[in-house]
């Protein structure tokens, strides 16, 4: 499902216009977004949780050279799934 399916699937669920629902969609995603770039956590009860991971500088092999390469340290977004949701997928 892309975003403009996943807009028009809150639409009909929600009973709003396509026009709010993207607006609510794209608000999600901008609130989510910055709650993330500031440091914080995003917690859904029952859906999941959204949070930031740190991920350390390591070596590694460029496949196609076999070259060790560096791999610098960065930050990646990481989602929990909740036991409810976990629940509905089974």
């Known amino acids: 499902m892309n975003k403009t399916e996943f807009i028009n699937a809150v639409s009909e669920k929600s009973g709003l216009s396509k026009v709010d629902a993207k607006k609510a969609v794209d608000a999600f995603i901008d609130t989510v977004s910055n ?42 977004v990481k989602f929990k799934a909740g036991s409810e949701l976990n629940d509905q997928i089974k």
């Open 35 to 76: 709650e993330l770039k500031a440091g914080g956590k995003v917690a859904l009860l029952g859906f999941g949780s959204f949070s930031i991971a740190e991920k350390s500088a390591r070596k590694g092999v460029n496949p196609k050279t076999k070259q060790p390469i560096d791999i610098p340290a960065r930050k990646a």
